[in-house]
């Protein structure tokens, strides 16, 4: 008679007299509890756990599936060439992250690791192959089941299980603890690929912040060259063309000083960026009020963002030197806004004198209106200004990206 039960009751076979042996249906109810305990683990794996979380999600799993008091990861320890209790139930206090066992050939977890193979020790008190360590008489462990946690490089211990009680552990549980045994391998093989990948990371992350403090350093030398020989001249025109070079060398030392590396380090926050440059300005823009409105969370490739950086720095400069001259204060919006999920736009305003009607601003001559419309056309980005009464505003519509080549 078949049973008509639900989906998650074993079907078994009642033999002919119409019983269905007791013994088979709970052995068959134990393996399908394995299975589903497995099933359980590796979806804890999958999820992302902690090394730390899946190491005591293993021990208690694989103490469930066995009926098993106690189960334990040993990692093995190879200068001391022992096992370190590094996660584990059923023990006393103190034992778990602290207390440590031999590894060499006679214990069987040693076996386990030296070899390969897994080991069942039914009745540890008439053991000849192996010694029972101190640890498990202490506990009056009487069986013991040892397998070999073993990623793709070299093992990282042994799992074992082991009992009070003098039932027996038979070859589908050492099935069942090597299942468990194959899934935290795995774990713990992608733990320690992260954890190399994450330190090759944070050497680039460190070697790329060097290399922007070195540009940084190397520009600050040409500035103090550039001013060492403005003063040197007796021209005062030269001069100031020399001061006015160093002063822009100055400020993309300062630009690359000021990049910053979060989690994605060869990009940047651009309106954290431009934030920042704003509020690091020199004296020279003193009179001025800076107003900042950025939107954050929307990055820039880090040499884009130097660019845009330069722009900033040109226009400012601008408001100061020209729509508030002689020292008259007044206010600069300066505004990073979305425009769309591939584009920004920067505009810079100013409530200064303005220009004359007629004067096309973006064709002057002047050196900075070449550095704005240079590095706009290195961004992709276009220009655009307009008349306020009073003063005027840049509007500078950025893409994010640059286009692919
Ligand atoms: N915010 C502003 N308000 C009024 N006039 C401006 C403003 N910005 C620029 N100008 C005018 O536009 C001209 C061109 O500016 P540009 O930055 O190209 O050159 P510059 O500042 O004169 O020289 P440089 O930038 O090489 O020091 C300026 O000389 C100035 O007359
Ligand atoms: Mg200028």
Redesign the pocket.
Known sequence: MASTNGPDTPVVEANSAGDVPDTGMRALQDRIRQQELLAELGVTALQGATLEQLLNETVRLAAKGLNADFCKVLEHIPTSNRFLVRAGVGWDKGVVGSATVGADLDSPAGFALRTGKSVISNHLENEERFRTSELLKQHGVRRAMNVILQGDGKPFGVLEVDSRSDDEFLEHDLAFLQGVANILGMAIERERHERKLNAALEKHKFLLAEMNHRVKNSLSIVTSMLNLQARDIANPELTGYLN?AANRIAAVAKFHDQLSYGSDFERMDIGQYVTSICKNFDENVAHCEMVIDVVDGMFVATDRAVAVAMIVN??I???A???YKNNVGGKVHIKVVKDSPAAFTLSVR?E????ASG?D?LE?????????KAFAKQLDAKVAVQSHDP??EFVISIPLDAAPS
């Open positions: 006015e040109e226009l400069t601008n408001a030197k020209y729509a100013d200064g004198v303005g220009v004067f601003i002057s001559k002047g050196l900075g209106m070449r550095i704005v003063g005027i």
